[in-house]
């Protein structure tokens, strides 16, 4: 279409701009000033839409202790991602568990850190979100400590007013949205999660139906994990032959990256836990397979950039201050309308090739 229309104004722009000059030569320069400029102009459109259907936002876990770590009146080690996540300016936040811990209130846990991205926030530090930018799944303890979970489901409301949703969970503790490019579907492994279930039937259905460039899952409990708490045989469902971008996972306080082929179809999918939110950090066990990255040396939080051309992940550490460190990144690359295809991007190398 570029061609076309470079062909177009070329002729055009030699016909009205002859009578400035009747050197061919002038009105060829002209012409090509002219289609240069249009392309730009193009290009410029085309980057600004792309730029209104991107992404950023962050992923963290077991986070929610104010009565941890604390000085004064605050934990310092959740102020430190919380900080590390406004510095890394993300549309909104989802979490992956363990929201709430102890009999602390679940405002000065959660409201404290994260009010202004909280939609309906009737909490008491600011005036929250017009709009939810926090979407955050069920941990174990957000069903034992506290309020359980009753004091959750009355504290948000989710996915949240006017967010795209499918709508058909029929429950707050399990449900997706969608922004951007990017589906999200929240599971709660507290809430049955075996064979025939209906929250995995729920999900099954749900993703076949959706249309979005990238399919997100999240979850509390680990399906893979080589911390403390291990892997969790009950949320290894069959996330790969279903068309899933990737699985985050809390529960183990540690940053994991793991990649697997779970049907030995070539295909690889990546599973990461994200726990280092802020609670506490856990130690590593035994690796598991497929282990790429491993880290628990401090805090931090991932933060994933979405188009239609691709996916990124980054975890992202406090240490050396409110821009932190880069610990880890991953790309996924899809076709795209460009003419671009993914030759290559297992282990974390892509390698793209344009037509």
């Avoid at 002209?30 to 249009?38: K, Q, R, S």
Wanted: hydrophobic share 35%.
């Amino acid at each position: 279409m570029v061609k076309i229309l470079a062909s177009c104004v070329s002729a055009r722009a030699v016909a009205r701009l002859s009578f400035l000059d009747t050197s061919p030569s002038v009105s060829r320069s002209l012409a090509i000033l002219l289609v240069f400029a249009l392309l730009i102009s193009i290009a410029s459109f085309a980057s600004f839409a792309q730029a209104t259907k991107n992404l950023r936002f962050a992923a963290i876990g077991d986070y929610g202790d104010n009565s941890s770590n604390i000085n004064g009146s605050e934990n310092v080690e959740m102020r430190a991602v919380a900080n590390l996540i406004d510095d890394k300016n993300v549309k909104l936040i989802i979490t992956t568990g363990d929201n709430s811990y102890t009999s602390t209130a679940i405002d000065t846990n959660i409201g404290k850190y994260y009010a202004d991205y909280i939609g309906s926030y009737s909490g008491g530090y600011g005036d929250g979100a017009t709009s939810n930018a926090f979407f955050p799944s069920a941990g174990n303890h957000d069903y034992s400590d506290g309020g359980g979970i009753s004091t959750y489901l009355s504290y948000f409301t989710l996915p949240g007013i006017g967010i795209s949703t499918s709508g058909t969970s029929g429950t707050e503790t399990y449900y997706d949205f969608v922004q951007g490019p990017v589906h999200f579907f929240v599971i709660d492994p507290n809430n049955g999660t075996g064979v025939g279930s209906i929250q995995r039937n729920w999900l099954q259905a749900q993703h076949a139906a959706s249309t979005s460039t990238w399919k997100i899952v999240y979850d509390h409990h680990p399906p893979f994990s080589s911390a403390l708490h291990m892997s969790t045989p009950d949320m290894q469902w069959p996330f790969e032959e279903r068309g899933v971008t990737a699985v985050l996972s809390g529960h183990d306080h540690v940053y994991e990256r793991i990649i697997r082929d779970d049907n030995s179809d070539g295909t690889d999918i990546p599973y990461f836990i994200t726990g280092l939110g802020g609670s506490s950090r856990y130690p590593f066990i035994t690796p598991v397979s497929g282990i790429k990255v491993r880290y628990n040396s401090d805090f931090g939080a991932m933060i994933v950039d979405a188009s239609d051309a691709r996916i990124t992940f980054t975890f992202w550490s406090v240490a050396g201050g409110v821009g932190g460190t880069l610990i880890d990144t991953y790309t996924i690359v899809a076709s795209t309308d460009d003419g671009c295809y993914v030759l290559n991007a297992s282990t974390g190398k892509t390698v793209v090739f344009c037509l």
